[in-house]
């Protein structure tokens, strides 16, 4: 099964752990469906020296391999020189990349994320939807088979830019997208001249549910229409946005949570550092983390620079 929206080539960072390596079969299982290219990239440091490098080259050659027994040529590796964050955002401009696939752990164990490091860095300059992966308990893949994603909304334009990739990804597996806005209550506006009042507004809060119903409903409607199963759903806030989250997005009842790394705070407020920050961290499930989409179109139209790379097909 392919589709002309789906994902046409994904990077798959690795640095010889196995925790890295989770990523693997989720790439390999979206560019089976998507008839994707994958590229596993490697990126070392100045402090390898010659025979750790050559390692490395044996360990990319034994993936490559390993991965073509199932999906042919369209399978690469890329040894790369350099800081790995910017060193990654530079391969996936080159190769044209429009998905990265990775884990939130390396070298350090499960006791050590790359969060603040690599991963934060690739979310908040790769200009591409990054799918990131915990792994279980044991380090061993979950298995990849989505049968329903959630997608948090808040009304803005910029929180639907995660709607088309997830689309892309439910069409691949027929899987069912769940739109869901959060609702607050509103606090009383006093007058003025009123001292402050205390507690919600009611009436107001009522209207807000309600012009959120009627926006989801509407969004899943547009989905429905281009052979999307969609639904949608508005909740009252009973806790922090990412707690209530991760709590619908529970293992055997959702499969994915697909979000935009903006929402009504604009391009320049990240919401990371908040709800998909926290979600990235905590989720059970992946989350595929989607950047607004001028800053992806900037990416994939910038010309890469010129890097002393390695990189054997």
Do not use: N
Request: glycine share 6%; net charge positive.
């Amino acid at each position: 099964m392919s589709d002309k929206t789906a994902f046409h080539s994904i990077l798959v960072p690795v640095d010889g752990s196995t925790l890295a390596e989770v990523a693997i079969p989720y790439a390999l299982a979206v560019a089976e469906r998507a008839r994707s290219r994958v590229q596993f990239v490697f990126v070392y440091q100045d402090s390898f020296t010659l025979e750790p490098v050559e390692l490395a080259w044996q360990y990319l050659l034994r993936l490559t391999a390993k991965a073509r027994e199932r999906l042919g040529d369209s399978v690469s590796s890329a040894l790369l020189h350099g800081p790995v964050a910017a060193t990654l955002v530079k391969q996936a401009r080159k190769i044209g990349a429009d998905l990265v696939i990775m884990t939130t752990h390396g070298r350090g164990g499960l006791e050590r994320a790359w969060l603040g490091s690599v991963t934060d860095q690739l979310i908040r300059r790769v200009g591409i939807p990054l799918l990131v992966l915990q792994p279980c308990e044991d380090g061993s893949a979950p298995e990849f088979e989505p049968s329903e994603i959630l997608v948090p909304l808040d009304g803005s334009t910029l929180a639907e830019t995660a709607l088309q990739p997830a689309a892309a990804l439910a069409r691949l597996w027929d899987a069912e997208l769940t739109l869901v806005q959060i609702v607050y209550p509103l606090p009383i506006v006093a007058e003025p001249a009123v001292p402050a009042a205390q507690g919600s507004d009611q009436e107001l809060t009522a209207l807000a549910r309600e012009s959120a119903e009627e926006y989801v409903r509407q969004a899943s409607e547009r989905l429905r229409s281009s052979g999307v199963k969609a639904s949608g759903l508005a909740l009252m806030g009973t806790d922090m946005p990412a707690h209530q989250l991760r709590e619908l997005a529970l293992p055997g009842r959702v499969s994915l949570i697909a979000m935009a790394t903006h929402g009504r705070g604009g391009i320049r407020r990240f919401i990371l550092g908040s709800v998909a920050d926290k979600l990235v961290r905590t989720a059970e499930v992946p989350v595929l983390v989607v950047p607004p989409v001028g800053r992806a179109r900037r990416a994939r139209q910038a010309k890469p620079r010129t890097s002393a790379s390695a990189q054997r097909r």
